[in-house]
């Protein structure tokens, strides 16, 4: 037995659906999940303040910029929000990603590992400077 076949049959595995192979299934096919109990409180509480400094750090990678500063507080907010147990504002994918792309700019940037320079025109194009 391979090992694709060994973990196809493991218990509690959802069986493939017709309209699926290797990929994922598409929005309609999945059943929606019961939500996620919030974490306790003293877990809350570490979590606000992690929430908390991605948040400023998001800030600082991209230097101020007044439109991604919006996008990375409505994302701490909507963060803050679900951690209080709390209604949560609507946040747009578009400020998730702005907020995202920040962060992973600053751990690309720390590790050298895709940026070759500071000539790099992409990163510019995406709006999540990094100061050098």
Known sequence: MSLVTAAQNL???RSARA???SHLPHWSEVEPDA????PAP???AV???LVSWGADIAILLTRGCPEDREAIERVRCAAYAWLANEPLPDVAIDDV???VAA???GIDRNLNATVP???DDERRAIGAQVPA
């Open 47 to 49: 979590l606000r303040d």
């Open 35 to 38: 939500p996620r109990p919030r």
């Open 97 to 99: 990603l702005t907020t």
């Open 117 to 119: 320079g500071d000539e």
């Open 42 to 44: 003293m877990v809350a």
């Open 103 to 105: 962060i992973m700019s």
């Open 11 to 13: 218990p509690g595995r």
């Open 19 to 21: 309209s699926i192979t």
